[in-house]
């Protein structure tokens, strides 16, 4: 039975079969017209299945559903949206810098993967282990049902749709680039997707499609939502839980001591991003135990923080024989 996490707004809780996240939680938001479903769940029978059993034990089907707004575009959240768009026709709503990525990943990916497979010989990933990292993310391309949107967001709206609950739209990019979170300021409620988690952090990768600064993208991400005042948080996985502002901080602690261990991996040497990621002790396990995606993930995470450092003017970057290493800047 979905939760009312607020008077006519549900969570629901949708299975990700196989996978430690256990399940994705979307949200239900009554209108005038019928409701919004934020975020949806990879498309595998279990998860179709759920949504429709929760949708029936509050009297509602698919029909019911107008609009479904799209924290960004990662299978959990985006997988089912062309399944749930054929069956009931609602309207797909995304952030404009999400939209690039559905042809790319979800259609043609052909090309996302040479790209990839110079980046990871540029930051060092062994001839071996290329082509393995290189389509790590293709399997769960099954997973989902890609749709284009029917309108795209830019951070700053208010959805009005007509019920009591209007939501202001927070680009908060870092752990995807279009990745928008949702405060309603009345009820003071606000819908996180996967950028703030009770317990966990969201992965930051530095990738093809994301170069720059990511994570200083994500650290301005999370001091975007400091100044708001917030009873409940609704986050897209896990549990809801109360205190935004202490959470946000132990997130910024989070990513501090990780830099300060990477600076420590690095020493007096240079040391390239496969490296230093190979020597991180994740909380999950150890790098060469993790399955590809996995491995992929985390040198995405260790070059998003040295890349910051870079920014920050605390290490270098030098080329050689067309791969990439990191030393400090004082050395
Ligand atoms: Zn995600
Ligand atoms: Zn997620």
Request: aromatic content about 10%; charged content about 25%; overall charge negative.
């Amino acid at each position: 039975m979905p939760k009312e996490v607020l008077p006519g707004l549900y969570q629901l809780k949708v299975p990700i079969p196989n996978n430690p996240l256990g399940w994705v939680l979307p949200y239900l938001i009554p209108g005038d017209d019928g409701y919004t479903l934020v975020d949806c769940g990879w498309n595998t029978p279990e998860a179709f299945d759920a949504l429709e059993t929760e949708l029936r034990d509050l009297s509602l089907t698919f029909a019911d559903i107008k609009r479904l707004l799209i924290t960004h575009v990662h299978p959990d959240h985006y997988g089912l949206a062309g399944r749930i768009k054929e069956v009931c026709g609602a309207q797909v709503i995304i952030h404009q810098r999400e939209r690039d990525f559905i042809r790319s990943r979800y259609k043609e990916p052909e090309q996302l993967l040479e790209r990839m497979a110079t980046f990871l010989n540029e930051h060092g990933v062994p001839k071996e282990e290329v082509d393995e990292l290189k389509s790590a993310a293709m399997a769960v391309r099954g997973l989902v049902v890609p749709v284009e949107p029917d309108e795209v967001l830019w951070g700053g709206e208010t959805l009005d749709f007509g019920g009591e609950y209007k939501f202001v739209v927070y680009w908060t990019p870092g752990h995807s680039p279009g990745h928008i979170c949702f405060y309603e300021p009345t009820h003071r409620v606000i819908l996180t997707g996967d950028h703030v988690l009770p317990s966990i952090t969201p992965n930051v990768s530095y990738h093809p499609q994301q170069r720059g600064n990511p994570l200083g993208d994500y650290l301005a991400s999370l001091q975007r939502l400091e100044s708001l005042e917030v009873v409940k948080v609704l986050p897209a996985h896990q549990e809801d839980f109360t205190d935004l502002r202490g959470r946000l901080r132990e997130i910024v602690q989070h990513h501090h001591e990780r830099l300060d261990e990477m600076y420590a991996i690095i020493g007096d040497g240079c040391a390239t991003g496969y490296h230093v990621a190979s020597n991180v002790v994740w909380a999950t396990g150890t790098f060469d135990t993790f399955a590809p995606f996995m491995r992929r993930a985390a040198l995405g995470e260790t070059l998003a923080h040295l890349e910051y450092a870079v920014q920050e003017g605390r290490l270098h970057q030098t080329r050689e024989n067309g791969v990439i290493c990191y030393k400090q800047a004082s050395g």
